[in-house]
């Protein structure tokens, strides 16, 4: 599959944006002299920050489709390899992270079940429910492929509003209002329904599309900037009024990741070719693992604690630190496949 710059751009500006919603978490509600309708420049850059996840959706739609398709097994197989078998030894170690290390702590009574649990929600750190909802998606893949094939607009509008629905039951449970039933609503957070759009719009996205949407923002940047700058007030509002700052599940959101992608696209196209963002996207995937635990780490010290200013500190010194393992592991690797391998036969 050839590399289109404008999506490894955006993969990066999501990936920070990630960083960001984690980093800002704990800053949120901290008094700041600085405050716009009671938003502090956490609060702000955390609600900006809201588009990063369903555009990771959108964008896991968006290369599986690119991608040469040889068939179901081949498919699950690959996704196995790449996505699984990473997430379950990234969970293995939050899940010691969380108990110290301590082989004591780790096999107490009842520790596979709870070792079970969190696997199938992700439940052993605050961002790994996002590959729960991907790998339900993979499985989907190959069925929603042919009904993309089949029936385009249909399976865009069923896919839409099945996701809407979900959205709307998540947001309005908090008001006692209940559009799902009891055991589905507490997980629809995690199930493919609530983000089912995201990745077939990325699907139906092939290249003469993207290459359409990529020049449609580069030719009305400046006024999808406006938009922007009007939704940049708007959105974080409606967070503080309704208590929704938490989510990145509301229904504006999927108009403001659309809005993100679109002048993400202008930018790209608008700036050279750098190598160093084909490098950052490609160690993307391990940063998202890795940047919780780097942030957890830098938390416990005193300097973090509180103030904006170092609450920005604290942000580039988790994205530096993430992103120099990444590098450094990629490098090694690479290596690694590159080393001859030295034969006994004479």
Known sequence: MKRLRELDFIRVVSMFAVIMIHVSSG????????????????????????????????????????QKYGGCKA????????????????SLFYFAANRGFSPAAMFSGGFM????????TGGFASHLYFIVVIVQLYILFPAIRKLLLRYESQTLIVSFALSFYFIMAI????????????GIAGYAWLLAPTWLFYFVLGMSANEKRLNAAFEFGKKNLWALAVV??????????TGKIFGSYELSIKPEIIFYTC????????????????????AL?????????????????????????????RMLILFLCVS??????????????????KAPVKSNVQ
């Open 27 to 66: 800053f949120v509600l901290a008094e700041s002299r600085a405050a716009v309708f009671g938003m502090n420049a956490a609060f702000l850059l955390n609600q900006l920050s809201r588009f990063a996840v369903p555009m990771f959706v959108m964008l896991s739609g968006i290369v599986l489709n690119m």
């Open 259 to 278: 809005l993100v992608f679109a002048m993400l696209s202008g930018v790209a196209r608008l700036l050279p070719e750098f190598k160093a963002i084909a």
């Open 171 to 182: 947001n309005l449970r908090s008001y006692g209002i209940k559009l799902l039933p009891s």
């Open 320 to 337: 530096a630190i993430s992103i120099g393992i990444a590098l450094t592991a990629s490098a090694a690797q690479n290596m690694f496949k």
């Open 113 to 120: 079940r709870e070792l079970a649990r969190g696997l199938l």
């Open 75 to 90: 498919f699950i197989t690959k996704r196995l390899k790449s996505v699984v078998i990473p997430y379950i030894l990234w």
């Open 281 to 309: 996207s490609k160690v993307s995937q391990t940063v998202y693992f890795l940047h919780v635990y780097v942030l957890i780490v830098l938390r416990r010290v005193n300097f973090f604690s509180h103030g904006i200013s």
């Open 228 to 237: 922007f700058l009007i939704f940049a007030l708007v959105f974080p509002l």
